[in-house]
């Protein structure tokens, strides 16, 4: 799985992709507009962003414990419809994007 959501409607994990590839997915969704985002410097811990979508503030920031993503809304309220587009989407691209990686390895 490459998504788990826990707080249905408030956030989901990500554990099958890194920041930056989860920010181009994130950017790529219609509607998205990134605030502010923080690269990797000096630690995983460093990572975060920011951006709207559909009128709300959602984050994306590392999990400490074993240094997966989540999506969380910034507000901490539920937007159900943002989070299930959101979270649709990243598995969407993540699938095509591992299954290309399966191909060209096993083809080159």
């Known amino acids: 799985m490459i998504t788990e959501e826990y707080n249905k409607g408030v956030s989901f994990r990500i554990t ?3 920041f930056s590839t989860l920010c181009h997915v994130v950017e790529s969704v219609p509607g998205v507009v990134f605030t502010k985002r923080q690269r990797f410097f000096w630690s ?6 920011e951006f709207t979508f559909h009128g709300h503030s959602f ?3 590392t999990d400490g414990w074993d240094g997966a993503l989540w999506i ?3 507000d901490g309220q539920h937007h159900p419809d943002e989070i299930q587009i959101l979270r ?3 598995e969407q691209r993540a699938r095509a994007s591992w299954v290309w990686r ?3 390895w096993r083809f080159t």
Do not use: F, P, Q, R
């Open 102 to 104: 399966l191909l060209s």
């Open 72 to 74: 969380i809304t910034k």
């Open 88 to 90: 649709e989407y990243v």
């Open 16 to 18: 099958a992709i890194g």
């Open 59 to 61: 984050t994306i920031s």
């Open 44 to 49: 995983i811990e460093d990572v975060g962003a």
